[in-house]
């Protein structure tokens, strides 16, 4: 069992080191121009550290996303507003309470759109972030507030930073030996259904993503160590059938946050991790047949996922950070937008990447 100082984090907590990194080492002096002049911001100005990886229900009728509060930045809480009537606002899917740090991330949607699936160690929380982790995989009512646990997992397991709600009837998760499970969505036994090889890219499992037929699984892996970045930069496809699983390079990047986009096309967050830096460079597709990355929208992109049956592309975006060097141990802050959530819709993205050309941008906020 892994202890409590060797935690494994939840996407979202990955993204924000690797962007605290990049901050240190001098993000750049100015801010990037805006995304596509198409694209509407979906969430800001609402006093939280950043909001990312959105997610809709299959009816249309919810987004769903993790975000940091200010106050609280180590642990995701899960935002979730209503689409389609005109306001933004949104409301957080759990509280915790007073003086505890409450961790609630890793989301799914059901089949049904009437729950999320959640890895949290809601109600209880935690005193102290780094110092025990009792985390359960439950599922809540989005309308009711109901919380049901379906797992029995004992003190310090760790498991994210994905789930996938399957319309089988299964919750698929990443274990704490960093192999894929799944259970049932109704709670039960625990099964495994794909064993991830650590020889040549022995991190911790990531990301991953499962096909619209839900008979393959795509995932990502962290490198070890140095020496592993470069087998570390790809994508392995895992088939949920033979257990077998393939190597998929991503030409020199780091990809996070697959999205499946229909049978052969997968889409990715692009992180430039050359020499240490893990700089977020944009939203890639990658052809499971050929091999073949493209670029799908340039600049401080991440966490992409099509909505809207394959009309809407949502992803996160924050400008280039403006900060100066922070003070021993000190946290560097973003500048005043952070990463927000926006949409676009997915032609005007694909049609301009097809002709060699990237969406016109807006300018950013002075």
């Not at 494994?8 to 001098?26: D, E, N, T, V």
């Not at 500048?335 to 819709?345: A, K």
Request: charged letters at 25%; aromatic letters at 10%.
């Amino acid at each position: 069992m892994r202890g409590p100082t060797e935690k494994k984090y939840s996407s979202i907590l990955i993204l924000f080191f690797a962007l605290m990194i990049a901050l240190r080492m001098g993000f750049t002096s100015d801010r990037e121009p805006g995304p596509p002049t198409s694209a509407q911001r979906v969430t800001g100005e609402f006093h939280t550290y950043a909001e990312v990886l959105a997610a809709c229900s299959p009816d249309g009728r919810w987004l769903a996303f993790e975000y940091n509060e200010l106050n609280d930045p180590d642990f995701p809480r899960v935002g979730i507003m209503r689409l389609g009537h005109g306001s933004l606002a949104w409301h957080p899917i759990l509280k915790g309470k007073p003086g505890r740090h409450l961790y609630v991330g890793d989301l799914s949607w059901s089949p049904d759109s009437r729950w999320l699936a959640l890895i949290t160690n809601y109600p209880d929380g935690a005193k102290d972030p780094w110092l025990g982790f009792n985390a359960q995989l439950v599922k809540v009512n989005v309308d009711t507030g109901e919380v049901v646990r379906l797992t029995n997992f004992s003190p310090n397991t760790l498991s994210g930073p994905t789930t996938v709600w399957l319309r089988s009837g299964s919750i698929v998760f990443t274990g704490d030996d960093e192999n894929i499970y799944s259970v049932p969505e109704k709670g039960g036994d625990v099964r495994k259904l794909i064993d991830v090889p650590k020889d040549k890219c022995g991190g911790v499992t990531n990301t991953f993503a499962v096909s619209p037929d839900e008979q393959r699984i795509i995932l990502v892996k962290n490198s070890g160590d140095d020496s592993q970045t470069t087998e570390c930069n790809a994508l392995w496809v895992g088939d949920l059938k033979t257990k077998g699983l393939r190597r998929l390079p991503t030409t020199g990047l780091h990809p996070l946050n697959p999205f499946w986009l229909d049978e052969d096309t997968v889409l990715f967050s692009g992180i430039n991790n050359e020499g240490g830096k893990w700089l977020p460079t944009g939203i890639y597709r990658i052809s499971l047949g050929t091999g073949e990355v493209v670029p799908t929208l340039e600049g401080a992109y991440i966490s992409p996922f099509v909505c809207d049956s394959g009309k809407t592309l949502y992803f996160a975006w924050g400008p280039s950070a403006r900060t100066e060097k922070p003070a021993k141990d000190a946290r560097p802050a973003f500048n005043d937008s952070g990463f927000h959530i926006w949409r676009i819709p997915l032609r005007d993205v694909l049609q301009r990447a097809n002709d060699g050309k990237h969406p016109e941008a807006s300018k950013p906020k002075q």
